[in-house]
């Protein structure tokens, strides 16, 4: 099938490619002219496992193509909206400028039977607005909306073998029976393989995308708050963690207690889930995720006053070593993310923040010059008066506590992500600090 993505960023560029994969006849395009030239020599402009090898092969078959104009989503019978839903300045709420700029310039380029899908998070309602242009716009053409659960990092994996497909169709049956079979055309190799689909109306659709997240969020806030009492009363929030989780009714998953969330979906997406749930006059329903977000941000605080209680209250001047930079591992996305947080606080009280990650030290720096960075660990850790881990990088947690104690010139590490073993960092002369934990 021909295919246009509009938006090329994490969910874009990888759905272009991994659909181009399938077989399907792609032209991805995006407003960033040099997202677009390294695209188009099948380099990711971002790092996520699997995606430079599916960009080569499919730019070198041509059935993936990259442009800048709009003009060449014409001939498509499918278009994807994966554009940017960044909160607001100054407000929770989703800013729809690049859902609203995309949608608009498509129209002219729409024909009968084309059918438009909203992959990006947006707000409940917006998929009916949408859908009374595309009608309004007098091109024949339909809207679906289809949210996207991709994990950064797995994103490959997750878009071809995605573990649910959620259709949102037109309310109009002959329509809905229309958007249905295109998509299944589209998905013909996940739904080949059993995956589960879930059909129902754009309401619905939109929903489950930003519960699921909420969802998320509550529960790594929930653990994170458990870490709390643990501090206070001697408890320990990773046994605490492994024991409810062996109800399978409650499960592990997501309920790793550290700094707490970040990157680009759960944060502005708890936020924006609030504020349009306050529009719609039912803020009480959801007023929990204001406190998940508020214990989510004080995991981060919380990392940062024992960093400065590890330093004696003198963190001026102090050399401190950041192990990582990017919200979560296999990833170099920054986005809100914890541990460039902690790092950007450390350095506004006056420490020298030496930060290193395997990945991230590009965005970082271009977001953040004011620190300093090395990406080579063994550097970052030189005399270092405090070691504070943020990002739980295999090249960190398998770090040997014995190679790096002769490098720093105080052996204390704060382990924000509870992810190193205790017992044999203390017994390699280490004064170890986590969260949650005696
Ligand atoms: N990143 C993820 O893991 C993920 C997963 C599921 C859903 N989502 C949702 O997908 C959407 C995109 O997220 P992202 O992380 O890829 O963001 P991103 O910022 O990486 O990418 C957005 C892209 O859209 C482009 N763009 C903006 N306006 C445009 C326009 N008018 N025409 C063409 N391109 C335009 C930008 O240049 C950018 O490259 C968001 O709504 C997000 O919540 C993201
Ligand atoms: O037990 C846990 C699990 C995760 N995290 C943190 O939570 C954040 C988010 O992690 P994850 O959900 O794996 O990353 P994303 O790639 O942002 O994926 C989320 O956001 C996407 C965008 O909406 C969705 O598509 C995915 O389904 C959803 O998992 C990261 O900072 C993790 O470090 C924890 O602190 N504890």
């Not at 309004?136 to 797995?154: K, Q, T």
């Not at 998320?216 to 643990?230: H, P």
């Not at 204001?290 to 006053?305: G, P, S, W």
């Not at 001047?317 to 914890?338: E, N, T």
């Amino acid at each position: 099938m021909k295919l246009s993505v509009i938006g090329c960023g994490y969910l874009g560029a990888v759905h272009a490619a991994s659909m181009a994969e399938l077989g399907h006849d792609v032209i991805g395009i995006d407003i960033d002219q040099a997202k677009i030239d390294a695209l188009a020599a099948g380099k990711a402009p971002f790092f996520e496992p699997g995606l430079p090898e599916i960009l080569t092969s499919a730019t070198a078959t041509g059935r993936l193509r990259f442009s800048t104009d709009l003009a060449d989503a014409a001939g498509s019978q499918v278009h994807f909206i994966a554009v940017g839903t960044p909160q607001k300045r100054g407000s929770y709420a989703a800013d729809l400028t690049y859902v609203n700029a995309a949608l608009e310039g498509l129209l002219p380029y729409l024909s009968d039977g084309d059918l438009v899908v909203g992959k990006s998070t947006v707000p409940v309602g917006t998929a009916a607005d949408l859908a009374a242009k595309v009608a309004a716009s007098g091109s024949g053409a339909m809207l679906a909306w289809n949210p996207e659960f991709l994990r950064e990092g797995f994103a490959v994996q997750d878009t071809i073998s995605p573990d649910r497909l959620v259709y949102g169709l037109p309310p109009e049956p002959a329509q809905a029976e229309a958007s249905k079979a295109l998509l299944d055309a589209v998905y013909e190799s996940a739904l080949g393989k059993d995956t589960p689909l879930v059909v129902t109306d754009y309401a619905t659709a939109e929903l489950v995308k930003v519960s699921a997240n909420a969802f998320l969020a509550t529960k790594i806030s929930f653990i994170n708050a458990m870490a709390e009492i643990a501090e206070v009363t001697g408890a320990d929030v990773t046994q605490l963690s492994t024991a409810i989780g062996l109800d399978d009714r409650i499960g592990w998953k997501f309920l790793k207690a550290g700094v707490g969330f970040g990157g680009g979906c759960l944060p502005k997406d708890i936020r924006a889930f609030t504020a349009r749930a306050e529009e719609l006059g039912r803020g009480e329903s959801v007023a929990f995720l204001k406190e998940v977000d508020a214990i989510n941000l004080r995991r981060r605080q919380r990392v940062v006053d024992l960093a400065v209680e590890a330093l004696g209250g003198q963190v001026n001047g102090k050399k401190i070593a950041v192990l990582g930079l990017a919200f979560k591992p296999h990833s170099d996305d920054i986005r809100d993310s914890p541990a460039l947080d902690v790092a950007v606080q450390l350095k506004g009280r006056g420490a020298n923040v030496v930060a290193t990650d395997p990945e991230a030290i590009h965005t970082a720096s271009r977001v953040h010059p004011q620190l300093t960075y090395e990406a080579d660990p063994a550097a970052a850790l030189q005399d270092a008066d405090l070691v504070v881990l943020v990002t739980e990088w295999d090249e960190f947690r398998y770090m040997d506590p014995s190679w790096a104690l002769p490098l720093v010139k105080t052996p204390t590490i704060i382990d924000g992500r509870n992810t190193l073993d205790a017992t044999a960092w203390r017994a390699a002369g280490w004064t170890y600090i986590s969260l949650g934990r005696p």
